[in-house]
């Protein structure tokens, strides 16, 4: 009687196994990288964002270092 509902259960993967544990952020994203985030927005505020690139670039590499997609 084992039949198709025990070969499935048998198959099946259990879904944290599908992804590492320490590829999901630690941090929400607003709390991550403070000091990049600080040092990009001011620049946005007083220069505009075209005269920002290379800090806000800083900051998207810190904020995938912590595991985010952006």
């Known amino acids: 009687m084992g039949g198709i ?3 499935q ?4 993967t259990p879904l944290a196994s599908v992804e590492p544990a ?7 994203i607003c709390c991550a990288c403070p ?6 927005d001011e620049c946005i ?4 964002e075209a005269a920002c690139q290379k ?3 800083a900051h998207k ?5 912590e595991g985010f997609n952006v």
């Open 5 to 7: 509902f025990s070969q």
């Open 9 to 12: 259960a048998h198959d099946a």
């Open 22 to 28: 320490d590829s999901k952020p630690k941090k929400k």
């Open 35 to 40: 000091e990049t985030k600080k040092a990009r």
């Open 45 to 48: 505020v007083e220069n505009g």
């Open 55 to 57: 800090l806000i670039e």
């Open 61 to 65: 590499i810190c904020l995938r270092a």
